[in-house]
């Protein structure tokens, strides 16, 4: 491939080096320019242009990918089409991600020209989740290379689908330990299980020692259960504790005590009758990622986990700070501690179909459209920058915010619903924002205090990364979200907002009550009316 300023009258068939803007059309970069490109570009006063041209033997940026992404699948993962010389690769079904690490470092050593990136081997992902996506980073690359790239990385991605389980809970008690306590537990296990369709098909409470806990064990077996989980009142600390002595009364097999992940440091993994047996670790109590979570995925997903595969989780094995450790240095980095940027994402993309014939977001109060009194007064709080996320009528909604200092970005899928509006938004939060607060754009009664409020409860040091504004106890709008949150919210879909986000991250939330702003939106046309509005002239669907 040959990168040259050429005469436009010279560079049909050549790829387009460089974005144009002409008369109020974008050419991309990349884009093989046709008999009508280069008649607007003439148009335009342009004589040179600098174009790509392939040598014999190139492949196309956008092939290149499709087969590099192709070679990878092995098995129930969905490609999107090639665009701009990438495809993501998404998952089919809920499961565990799965990745020949080895695979993927050979590939992207063959040449700088060929990228493939993934998700972390073992991830556990819901359905529609991107789990890696092949990028060539020029506009063509021999064809040579991306033969070897296609034996190199065959079949190096996959989901291991989730299998629905029948699953028995064994609890032990101990005067110390309340019911609440082990209400929780099973509810928090109930949700754990979800995911996969598993459920518990009973829970046996039973007596701290051996002889009970080999019992209920033996029960679940005769009823069919397809797993066991055993939680101890008291924490198993060693190999002829309570429950690994109950596995071998039952007739199991322990095949490990003991796990590089903490927390997790105490879960124990055995077989009864080729049923698998976990003995809990306390921290299997909180929803909190840990290390049960690990091996509870690859079972569901009948991964093998082997004693190799729980000594091998040493090295990203730690998941969080043990509170009992001297940490001088966190009332130093407490400090100094910088100021989060949280950016502000506007949805201004919707039909607002229950208006009828009116766009709400041009419609106006006080003389001034909706979109703009929602826009100005998130520039006038405390947000790093504002964002506006356009769909329906964009044209006219980038008009009534002229003059304000926003970043427009377009969503052409916007008749999908929300979903897409949001996904929209978060892909172009700035790289350097900590965290984004989703806006809508017909809610008049909030305003900046409101706004500044729900930013100063952000606090991911204390765990609260999701900000959540109430009234009388009820949630509303807008929601904060912490950018670790950002690859769930890519993958909404619908036209339904991130409430259940809210609700499976509970122990995250934090709520902040601004009174009837959070919940008033405009919505109907007699909602426009009791806030004072009215539908603009021209402004009608």
């Known amino acids: 491939m040959k990168f040259a300023p050429l005469p436009v009258k010279d560079a049909e068939g050549a790829l387009l080096a460089h974005s144009l803007k002409l008369d109020g059309r974008a050419l991309k970069k990349g884009r093989r320019l046709s ?40 098995g129930n993962i969905r490609r999107d089409p090639a665009f701009t010389g990438r495809v993501n690769l998404f998952a089919r079904e809920a499961g565990v991600f799965t990745v020949d690490k080895a695979s993927v470092d050979a590939v992207n050593r063959i040449d700088p020209a060929i990228t493939f990136a993934t998700l972390e081997n073992f991830t556990s992902v819901d359905k529609g989740r991107m789990v890696a996506t092949a990028k060539i980073i020029p506009f063509a690359v021999a064809e040579k290379l991306v033969e ?48 996969s369709g598993s459920e518990i098909i009973s829970e046996l409470r039973v007596e701290h020692e051996a002889a009970a806990v080999a019992m209920a064990m033996l029960q679940f077996r005769d009823m069919g259960a397809e797993m066991i989980i055993a939680f101890g009142a008291s924490a198993i600390v060693d190999r002829l504790d309570v429950i690994p002595s109950a596995i071998d009364s039952a007739g199991g097999e322990v095949i490990h005590f003991g796990m590089p992940v903490d927390p997790g440091n105490l879960l124990l993994l055995a077989d009864l009758d080729g049923i698998p047996v976990i003995g809990a670790p306390g921290c299997a109590r909180s929803p909190k990622e840990n290390g049960f979570d690990w091996v509870l995925n690859r079972l569901i997903a009948d991964l093998p986990v082997t004693v190799h595969d729980i000594t091998g989780l040493g090295v990203g094995g730690l998941l969080m700070e043990i509170g009992t450790r001297p940490q001088p240095r966190e009332k130093k980095r407490e400090t100094v501690q910088r100021k989060r940027k949280v950016a502000g994402v506007q949805l201004a993309g919707g039909r607002s179909r229950r208006m009828g014939a009116v766009n709400k977001l041009l419609a106006e109060i006080g003389g001034k459209p909706l979109v703009r009194i929602a826009t100005e007064t998130a520039l006038a709080s405390g947000l790093s920058g504002v964002t506006v996320v356009t769909g329906h009528m964009h044209e006219d909604v980038e008009r009534a915010l002229s003059g304000l200092d926003v970043t427009f970005t377009h969503n052409p899928d916007y008749g999908e619903g929300i979903a897409s509006t949001i996904r929209c938004g978060i892909r172009a939060v700035p790289s350097d924002a900590d965290a984004a607060l989703v806006l809508l754009s017909d809610m008049p009664g909030l305003t900046e205090d409101m706004i500044d409020l ?88």
């Open 35 to 74: 008999a009508e490109d280069i008649a607007l570009i003439a148009s335009a006063g342009i004589r040179e242009i600098v174009v790509a041209k392939l040598d014999a033997g190139d492949l196309h940026e956008d092939a290149a990918a499709d087969r590099l992404a192709r070679a990878a699948d092995g």
């Open 148 to 195: 070897e790239a296609e034996t190199t990385v065959l079949d190096a991605v996959m989901i291991a689908p989730y299998r629905a389980r029948r699953v028995g809970l064994v609890a032990t008690e101990l005067e110390h330990l309340k019911p609440s306590v082990m209400d929780k537990t099973r509810r928090i296990t109930e949700e754990r299980l979800a995911a």
């Open 454 to 541: 729900i930013i100063a409860a952000y606090d991911p040091g204390n765990g609260k990364t999701i900000v959540v504004p109430t009234v009388a106890g009820k949630r509303g709008n807008p929601v904060l979200w912490d950018r670790r949150y950002f690859p769930d919210l890519l993958r909404l879909e619908g036209d339904i907002g991130a409430r259940h986000l809210i609700a499976r991250h509970a122990d995250q939330v934090a709520e902040v009550e601004i009174g009837e702003a959070a919940r008033l939106d405009v919505d109907t046309p007699e909602a426009l009316a009791a806030a004072g509005g009215s539908a603009a002239p021209g402004r009608d669907l």
